[in-house]
């Protein structure tokens, strides 16, 4: 016969939620989770990788503003680049990723919002070097988006966009 007195369970609901604290805890990203998430090395000069930004934003339906990004990096500074994109429901990949990840800012973004990329690149170790930290803020509520796989596929589009700029394309003539 199991005997259960109140003092059992008031100690079993204050593990309970003990549990639930610390799992809920366990989900959140601590600062340098997050700059880690954003943070990646390419093997190319700023002036490139900058390139390669922009043309990932304006493939997207975005404005690129660079303020002098590519230059500030190569002299040893911290260049800055901004990427606004409106999110459209039918046609972005990113409301794709997001209705993966959360469904609540796919919802917010499939009304009309933006998204908000902010850019920090500097040169590595060596002049042939890029790091790049991006920051992704949802604009309606300002929320900065924190899953590992959004930052990560962006990562791969904008590797994808230099492979593609490395390709050299013998346009055909007109006449």
């Known amino acids: 016969m199991l ?3 109140k003092r059992h369970i008031n100690l079993l609901v204050v593990l309970f939620g003990l549990l639930i604290s610390f799992a809920s ?5 601590t600062p340098l989770q997050l700059r880690v998430i954003q943070t990646r090395k390419f093997a190319k000069a700023p002036k490139e990788v900058v390139d390669a930004m922009s043309a990932n934003c304006e493939d997207a339906g975005g ?7 590519a230059m500030i990096a190569e002299r040893g500074g911290v260049g800055k680049a901004l ?6 429901q ?10 993966l990840v959360d469904p609540l800012a796919a919802a917010s973004a ?3 919002n933006y998204l908000q990329v ?7 170790v ?3 070097e890029a790091v790049v930290r991006i920051r992704i803020i949802n604009v309606k509520d300002q929320e900065q988006l924190s899953d590992p796989k959004v930052y990560s596929d962006y990562f791969k589009k904008i590797g994808d966009s230099l492979y593609i700029q490395a390709i050299e394309i013998d346009p055909a003539s007109q006449e």
Do not use: H, M, N, P
């Open 83 to 88: 990427c606004i994109v409106k999110i459209k």
């Open 25 to 29: 805890f366990a989900d959140e990203v």
């Open 110 to 112: 499939s009304q009309g």
């Open 63 to 69: 404005q690129f503003i660079e303020q002098g990004a």
């Open 90 to 99: 039918e046609k972005s990949a990113l409301l794709g990723i997001l209705k």
């Open 3 to 5: 005997l259960i007195d």
């Open 118 to 124: 902010k850019y920090e690149i500097k040169t590595g």
């Open 126 to 128: 060596s002049r042939s």
